[in-house]
T-cell receptor, first 118, second 114 residues
Framework: AQKITQTQPGMFVQEKEAVTLDCTYD???????LFWYKQPSSGEMIFLIY??????QNATEGRYSLNFQKARKSANLVISASQLGDSAMYFC???????????????FGSGTRLSIRP | DAEITQSPRHKITETGRQVTLACHQT?????MFWYRQDLGHGLRLIHY???????NKGEVSDGYSVSRSNTEDLPLTLESAASSQTSVYFC?????????????FGEGSRLTVL
């Protein structure tokens, strides 16, 4: 069965520093996708970044990058130059099955609460 | 713009009552999902559907049911609400077939069972 683990319940980081949020996963399917979502205090879920299991390069989206270590089954989120607005809950998630499959479910880790200090 | 809406956004009910949370999406997505969010557990999958007339159980399906009679709607029913079902419920959809399969979320429904 697929599984997502986030071992950091909470983190404090100084503004403008880089931060890494850890995520490990477990799946027996060779084709899968990994996601990071942000949930600010307002409650909405915001998609940040996606990495496919066959993607050769690490995904990047602005200040977000995904450090994909396939052999270690880790998919850490790196936020460069953190800002106060980055304070939020962050969830790692995984989809089993091919990217273009019409039938795929996504499961989530327990989340990491990131707090940025001014 | 396409969207996914949930109603009600907030509901208080009593133990034993039947409750239905509505979810409506205009993305024309085949895949729809219900999650519950609880402190320390993240989002846990309750039920999901890959298309009309298709429903599947997730990891925490006991006490919940769904039905999919059209592409746009996936209502979640709590047959007999229990205090353990107090939670924030999120509906989501994904297009499957194309793209990364990322989820598009509704704004959430906060349910309190007294």
């Amino acid at each position: 069965a697929q599984k997502i683990t986030q071992t950091q319940p909470g983190m404090f980081v100084q503004e403008k520093e880089a931060v890494t949020l850890d995520c490990t996963y477990d799946t027996s399917d060779p084709s899968y996708g990994l996601f990071w979502y942000k949930q600010p205090s307002s409650g909405e879920m915001i998609f940040l970044i996606y990495q496919g299991s066959y993607d050769q390069q690490n995904a990047t989206e602005g200040r977000y990058s995904l450090n994909f270590q396939k052999a270690r089954k880790s998919a850490n989120l790196v936020i460069s130059a953190s800002q106060l607005g980055d304070s939020a809950m962050y969830f790692c998630a995984m989809r089993e099955g091919p990217r273009y499959s019409s039938a795929s479910k996504i499961i989530f880790g327990s989340g990491t609460r990131l707090s940025i200090r001014p | 713009d396409a969207e996914i809406t949930q109603s009600p956004r907030h509901k208080i009910t009593e133990t034993g009552r039947q409750v239905t949370l509505a979810c409506h999406q205009t993305w024309n997505h085949n895949n729809m999902f219900w999650y519950r969010q609880d402190l320390g557990h993240g989002l846990r999958l309750i039920h999901y559907s890959y298309g009309v007339q298709d429903t599947n159980k997730g990891e925490v399906s006991d006490g919940y049911s769904v039905s999919r009679s059209n592409t746009e709607d996936l209502p979640l029913t709590l047959e007999s609400a229990a205090s353990s079902q107090t939670s924030v419920y999120f509906c989501a959809s994904s297009e499957g077939g194309l793209g990364s399969g990322e989820l598009f979320f509704g704004e959430g429904s906060r349910l309190t069972v007294l």
